[in-house]
């Protein structure tokens, strides 16, 4: 079955560390894939897409994403997080030639130490 | 620069009741969505269309009924209510065929059945 699988439930880091979030999906095809945000009691904020071309892809608020096929990963970075980045981020992907539905991990909840 | 706006924010029914969520997007998107998001599930697709009078289940339309009249709008109903039906409803369109391929959100419907 297709699925969007994100392994972090929480994320703890220090402000000005490194960040990585994992996704993998579950696709017979490479799909076009997504990173959102959601602050608390907001909606979600597009981070970053991809779809094809460089795997290496920049986003919003300094964050990036690398597509690895051989893996079928998506995983978000950013080299120095700042204490508002603590939020909800998820993973999503959608496959236009089947049905058009956008589908969701689970989520990553960030919190930032001091 | 309205986007995508829901009605209403905040609701809380009895069980049994019924309601209706308004979604409205004037992005002229051709899809739109609906779902639902719980604590530890992320947000799943409850139905959704791809165009003006089409409508199409996802993962977990039993309990709500959708209907999408005109364009711009999508209406997300629940006949009867049930305490399961308690979280934050979320509409999202997109438009693909214009490259806009990822889902633009609106700020959430939170949802209480007593």
């Known amino acids: 079955a297709q699925s969007v699988t994100q392994p972090d439930i929480h994320i703890t880091v220090s402000e000005g560390a490194s960040l990585e979030l994992r996704c993998n999906y579950s696709?017979?095809?490479?799909?076009?894939l997504f990173w959102y945000v959601q602050s608390p009691g907001q909606g979600l904020q597009l981070l970053l897409k991809?779809?094809?071309?460089?795997?290496l892809v920049q986003g919003i608020k300094g964050f990036e994403a690398e597509f690895k096929r051989s893996q079928s990963s998506f995983n978000l970075r950013k080299p120095s997080v700042h204490w508002s980045d603590a939020a909800e981020y998820f993973c999503?992907?959608?496959?236009?030639?089947?049905?058009?539905?956008?589908?969701f991990g689970s989520g990553t909840r960030l919190s930032i130490r001091p | 620069n309205a986007g995508v706006t829901q009605t209403p924010k905040f609701r809380v029914l009895k069980t049994g009741q019924s309601m209706t969520l308004l979604c409205a997007q004037d992005?002229?998107?051709?899809?739109m969505y609906w779902y639902r998001q719980d604590p530890g599930m992320g947000l799943r697709l409850i139905h959704y269309?791809?165009?003006?009078?089409?409508?199409a289940k996802g993962e977990v339309p039993d309990g709500y009924n959708v209907s999408r009249l005109k364009k711009q709008n999508f209406l997300l109903g629940l006949e009867s209510a049930a305490p399961s039906q308690t979280s934050v409803y979320f509409c999202?369109?997109?438009?693909?065929?214009?490259?806009?391929?990822?889902?633009?959100f609106g700020q959430g419907t939170r949802l209480t059945v007593v």
């Open positions: 269309s791809v165009g003006e009078g089409t409508t």
């Open positions: 696709y017979g095809a490479t799909p076009y």
């Open positions: 991809y779809f094809s071309g460089d795997t």
């Open positions: 992005m002229n998107h051709e899809y």
């Open positions: 999202a369109s997109s438009d693909p065929g214009t490259g806009n391929t990822e889902a633009f």
């Open positions: 999503a992907v959608v496959l236009y030639s089947s049905a058009s539905k956008i589908i």
